[in-house]
């Protein structure tokens, strides 16, 4: 009776929402699978894309894991976990997204009839990390070394599996002529880890087969005057000054005031202003430059293309033009003006520094141009990561049945309730593969069962076969070049399992109520950001954000007083 009447405890604050238990678990678990449902028909080189229609109106069509991930603004907060790893997956290695996903759903989707029968999510966990462990290092014993190879050699290497990750992709049908393209531009850059190094520039229009190579720097001509057409367009060996200094007229900042006694002497400031300018011009005349960048109060992201320059050309970026020696010039084999669309295009082609690169994406909608451009990344990203850890691995499904065979056999060792979560570890590994053989239209259970049965063989020459997207059986994947880095599945497999782990460890959720300071805040950002917090927009316009400039010391000499003088609109 004295128990009934003690006070209740208030812990949290009212409104405050707590779920937990076995339900909240197993509710988590079909949030992940849910999620993962989504993104698992885009796998494999018959995946489709999917069409993602924010509010602003902007339209994404992707079949990039990460890409439709980030999205997709999922707000379920166990699911966030699936967007993080699919980011982990896309920033360390920049394929295998949509892998990852599919791994940690399925991971959690065999540990589901465990939890509901009661078993404790530590026991699982256990399991999982032995699991994992052992996974990686059978796929680091069943990895190839390319090392120690020719480059020519090295470069096919690479190719394969650029085209493997391309197959995927909305660009797959001309995976080949990509694939060498990304292979060029990556060994471009050298050792240089800058992703930045490598630009890529969109030009609606054409078609596929007229994307080009740049082995230096490409970028937009920002101006036009009259006559600028009879100008020279194209220079062999030119020398290139780059300056960061004023070349411009502008106001004082100082409220300054000059008096005059004589009308006719105002034209004689105006041209003393000028004149300092002609003076800085024909120096830079007498170092003998064909061409010379300016670059003076520039964003962040022009002053990024503004050292690609530099470091392509080999120059150094001066402050002065006074005592200018020939070796602080950059060159290039070539410099053209070249019509590309509805564009003209500065080109610096043959730089001797050799460390930067420009692919020009041709296409027709800009949607489609948009999402070549990821799939470049994930090829770019896949062969800068293939050269620094130089070990492939099957594709196809391969390697995920070769590791399941191997834990299943593994698991026969074990006494006790690990034998079947690792069991169920195995199985769900087997969803690469089955996703693979759904998405292309195969009977699945048919192409499993050949599978398992050629990877059972006691001499392991069954260890390379996987799923023949062109015929609906097996191929080995190794004869077929259908070959991706080790490091990809080793990152796939660790962050899904981690992830998988993370959901399982979590018995409760606690949902704290909204307080009246942050809703009041919420309401000042959607009424458009007014004081410290307002949006700022560039008002200057000329040229595109991501763009330089770039004269011509010819044009420059004859062009007048508006080219130096920018005016907001």
Avoid at 105 to 122: N, R, Y
Avoid at 152 to 165: M, R, V
Wanted: charged residues 25%; hydrophobic residues 40%.
């Amino acid at each position: 009776m004295a128990a009934m009447l003690q006070p209740q405890i208030i812990l949290l604050k009212e409104g405050t929402d707590t779920s937990q238990g076995k339900a909240q678990l197993v509710s988590n678990i079909n949030a992940c699978t849910a999620v993962a449902d989504v993104v698992r028909t885009t796998l494999g080189p018959r995946g489709m894309d999917k069409l993602i229609h924010d509010d602003k109106g902007t339209v994404t069509i992707s079949n990039d894991g990460a890409t439709i991930m980030k999205l997709l603004d999922i707000v379920h907060p166990a699911a966030k976990i699936l967007v993080d790893i699919a980011k982990s997956q896309d920033s360390e290695v920049g394929d295998g997204t949509t892998t990852v996903v599919l791994l940690a759903a399925e991971f959690l989707k065999e540990a589901k009839p465990f939890v509901e029968d009661g078993v404790h999510p530590q026991n699982l966990i256990r399991s999982y990390r032995t699991a994992c462990y052992l996974a990686i290092e059978k796929i680091k014993e069943l990895a190839i070394s390319i090392e120690g190879k020719s480059l020519e050699e090295k470069k096919s290497l690479l190719a394969k599996c650029a085209a493997t990750t391309l197959s995927s992709k909305l660009i797959g049908g001309e995976k080949e002529f990509f694939a060498q393209m990304v292979v060029d531009a990556v060994i471009a850059i050298g050792n240089d880890d800058r992703l930045n190094m490598i630009g890529i520039k969109k030009v609606p229009g054409g078609n596929m087969r007229d994307s080009f190579l740049v082995n230096g720097v490409a970028f937009k001509k920002t101006f036009s005057y009259a006559g600028f057409e009879q100008q020279p367009k194209k220079f062999l060996n030119p020398k290139i000054l780059l300056l960061n200094i004023e070349l411009e007229l502008k106001s004082e900042k100082e409220n300054a005031e000059i008096r005059l006694s004589d009308p006719s002497q105002y034209q004689s400031i105006v041209d003393a202003e000028w004149n300092i300018i002609y003076e800085k011009l024909d120096k830079c005349v007498q170092v003998g430059p064909k061409w010379f960048f300016h670059v003076w109060l520039l964003e962040i992201w022009q002053l990024r293309r503004f050292a690609r320059v530099a470091a392509a050309s080999g120059g150094t970026v001066q402050t002065t033009v006074n005592n200018i020696i020939d070796e602080v010039l950059g060159t290039c084999e070539i410099f053209e003006e070249k019509q590309v669309g509805n564009e003209r295009f500065n080109i610096f082609s043959g730089c001797p520094s050799g460390r930067t690169a420009t692919i020009v994406l041709r296409g027709g909608a800009d949607q489609f141009i948009e999402e070549a451009e990821r799939s470049l990344h994930d090829a770019i990203m896949i062969v800068r990561r293939a050269l620094k850890n130089s070990t492939v691995v099957a594709g196809g499904g391969a390697i995920d049945m070769e590791i399941s065979r191997y834990l299943r056999q593994h698991a026969r060792t074990i006494a006790g309730k690990s034998q079947l979560f690792i069991n169920s570890y195995a199985k769900a590994l087997e969803v690469i593969p089955r996703q693979l053989c759904d998405n292309a239209g195969f009977d699945a259970t048919d192409v499993l069962n050949k599978l398992r049965q050629k990877h059972a063989l006691p001499s392991g020459e069954g260890a390379p076969f996987g799923v023949d997207i062109n015929t609906g059986g097996i191929a080995d994947s190794f004869a077929n070049f259908v070959w991706e880095p080790a490091v990809v599945k080793i990152n796939a497999i660790n962050a899904a399992t981690e992830a998988a782990c993370l959901v399982l460890s979590v018995d409760e959720t606690v949902k704290n109520p909204k307080s009246e300071s942050a809703q009041g805040e919420a309401a000042a950002s959607a009424m458009g950001g007014r004081g410290r917090g307002a949006a700022f927009s560039w008002p200057w316009t000329g040229c595109e954000g991501d763009e330089l400039t770039g004269y011509n010391l010819l044009e420059l000499l004859l062009v007048n007083e508006h080219l130096f003088k920018f005016s907001p609109p």
